[in-house]
């Protein structure tokens, strides 16, 4: 069983920052890519930015320069530092990670956390 848990959502205004976080716990052997995606009311859900296991990153043209991902050392936990919010920020954010345990390798997702940005 793998679990991954978001935190860190929450209500702020535009121009402000907020910091999420995600954590994978259980049967883990190790950890591939890992990477956040958010769903706009009433839109898809969409890649916000991946990172591999090797720290190599990738962003979405609409957070380039504002948003950071980022991972721990033991490669179970990833971060998404946002910086300059704006309204159309707000939405779902889900943590995905790429994940092999003893014998399968496949994509975990967390619960979601809101991130909703006021102008």
């Known amino acids: 069983q793998v679990k991954l848990v978001e935190s860190g959502g929450g209500l702020v205004q535009a121009g402000g920052s907020l910091r999420l976080s995600c954590a994978a716990s259980g049967s883990i052997f190790s950890i591939n890519a890992m990477g956040w995606y958010r769903q706009p009311p009433g839109k898809q859900r969409e890649l916000v930015a991946t990172i591999t296991s090797g720290g190599s990153t990738n962003y979405a043209d609409s957070v380039k320069g504002r948003f950071t991902i980022s991972r721990d050392k033991a490669g179970n936990m990833v971060s998404l530092q946002m910086h300059a919010l704006k309204p159309e920020d707000t939405a779902v954010y889900y943590c995905?990670?790429?994940?092999?345990?003893?014998?399968?390798?496949?994509?975990?997702w967390g619960q979601g956390t809101q991130v909703t940005v006021s102008s």
């Open positions: 995905k990670g790429d994940v092999t345990t003893g014998v399968i390798r496949g994509d975990y």
